[in-house]
């Protein structure tokens, strides 16, 4: 079982570009469009360093199309090749 991570505040400016980092590396087949996805997630506002969401707190992943435009473009983006 994966427990939920400590976002640390990053401080500075945001970043310019999306960042891509994997916390946990899985063994499973390599994220592509069009797969259906499950994402533990932590949101952290950057300006205030306080969570605004996180899929632990309801207890599952989110589950989505990856590609499909149904999340953020980061996600949609950051999630393929994982």
């Known amino acids: 079982s ?21 916390i946990w590396e899985g063994d499973g087949p390599v994220a592509k469009a069009g797969d259906n996805v499950r994402v533990h ?11 605004f969401d996180a899929s632990w707190n309801r207890g599952a ?13 980061g996600w949609d983006q950051g999630v393929q090749g994982m």
């Open 2 to 22: 994966i427990e939920k991570p400590e976002v640390d505040f990053p401080g500075g400016e945001p970043p310019a570009e999306l960042e891509i980092k994997d």
């Open 41 to 51: 997630y932590v949101g952290v506002s950057f300006s205030t360093g306080e969570e």
């Open 61 to 73: 992943p989110l589950a989505f199309p990856l590609g499909a435009g149904r999340v953020i473009a």
